[in-house]
C-alpha cells in the first residue's frame, strides 16, 4: 500500500497554463506538506496544512495555491506556470509526536513538472 | 534556524563503514538532529533522529556530542543500494517541522 500518493508522476505544460497535482495520504496523519526540488537539488518547504488549515506559507508567489479538501488530501493548484516553476514537487505527511521529539515526514514519489 | 554543513560527496567501497558528519554550531535547545535519504527519483526517507549521545536503529546509528555542535551518522557495511543524498537536518520540536534541507552529501558506493 502506497503511504503518500502524487498523481501525476510526469507533467508537461506551456507556459501560462493552469495545472494542478494532487497528493493523498492513507497514513491517518494530521499534517500534509508541499516542497519544491529544484534543478540544483535543494529541497525547500512551499506550505502545510494541519488539519485542513493553512499553518505554514513560505515565500511562494500567489499563484501557487494549495487546497485541503479534507486531512487525507492536499492538493496543489499553480495558475499561470511559468519556465521558473520546473522542478520536482514532493508531499509529504506526518503526525505530532507526543511527548517530545519531532514529527517524522513521509514522502510521496514526487511529480516532475516541466513548463515549456 | 540552525544552518547545517555537510560535506558534498563521499566515496565508499561496498562493505565499508561510512561516517558523515554534520555540524550546526547554533543549534538550539529544542531542536533535534535528523537525517534524511534520497534516492534519485524518489522523495526523501526518515533515517535516524536524536537529541543527544547516540542512538542506533536497524540501519544506521548517530552519534551526538555533548556540545551538539555536530553529528555524525554512521552506516555501518555499506552496500551498492545505499548509494544516495544525506541530509542532516535540525528541526524543532513544535506542531509542525519546517524541514530545512541542505545541499546533502551524496555517497557514491562501488565495488
Known amino acids: 500500500d502506497t503511504a503518500v500518493s502524487q498523481t501525476p508522476k510526469y507533467l508537461v505544460t506551456q507556459m501560462g497554463n493552469d495545472k494542478s497535482i494532487k497528493c493523498e495520504q492513507n497514513?491517518?496523519?494530521?499534517?500534509m506538506y508541499w516542497y519544491k526540488q529544484d534543478s540544483k537539488k535543494f529541497l525547500k518547504i512551499m506550505f502545510s496544512?494541519?488539519?485542513?488549515?493553512?499553518?505554514i506559507n513560505e515565500t511562494v508567489p500567489n499563484r501557487f495555491s494549495p487546497k485541503s479538501p479534507d486531512k487525507a488530501h492536499l492538493n496543489l493548484h499553480i495558475n499561470s506556470l511559468e519556465l521558473g516553476d520546473s522542478a520536482v514537487y514532493f508531499c509529504?505527511?506526518?503526525?505530532?509526536?507526543?511527548?517530545?521529539?519531532?514529527?517524522?515526514?513521509?514522502f510521496g514519489p514526487g511529480t516532475r513538472l516541466t513548463v515549456l | 534556524l540552525a544552518k547545517t554543513t555537510q560535506p558534498i560527496s563521499m566515496d565508499s567501497y561496498e562493505g565499508q563503514e561510512v561516517n558523515i558528519t554534520c555540524s550546526h554550531n547554533?543549534?538550539?535547545?529544542?531542536?533535534?538532529i535528523t537525517w534524511y535519504q534520497q534516492f534519485p527519483s524518489q522523495g526523501p526517507r526518515f533515517i535516524i533522529q536524536?537529541?543527544?549521545t547516540k542512538v542506533t536503529n536497524e540501519v544506521a546509528s548517530l552519534f551526538i556530542p555533548a556540545d551538539r555542535k555536530s553529528s555524525t551518522l554512521s552506516l555501518p557495511r555499506v552496500s551498492l543500494s545505499d548509494t544516495a543524498v544525506y541530509y542532516c537536518?535540525?528541526?524543532?520540536?513544535?506542531?509542525?517541522?519546517?524541514?530545512?534541507f541542505g545541499t546533502g552529501t551524496r555517497l557514491q558506493v562501488t565495488l
Open positions: 509529504a505527511s506526518s503526525q505530532l509526536v507526543a511527548g517530545g521529539g519531532t514529527d517524522t515526514q513521509y
Open positions: 497514513l491517518g496523519h494530521d499534517t
Open positions: 496544512y494541519n488539519n485542513k488549515e493553512l499553518i
Open positions: 547554533n543549534i538550539a535547545t529544542n531542536d533535534y
Open positions: 536524536g537529541y543527544k
Open positions: 537536518l535540525v528541526v524543532n520540536t513544535g506542531t509542525a517541522s519546517k524541514l530545512t
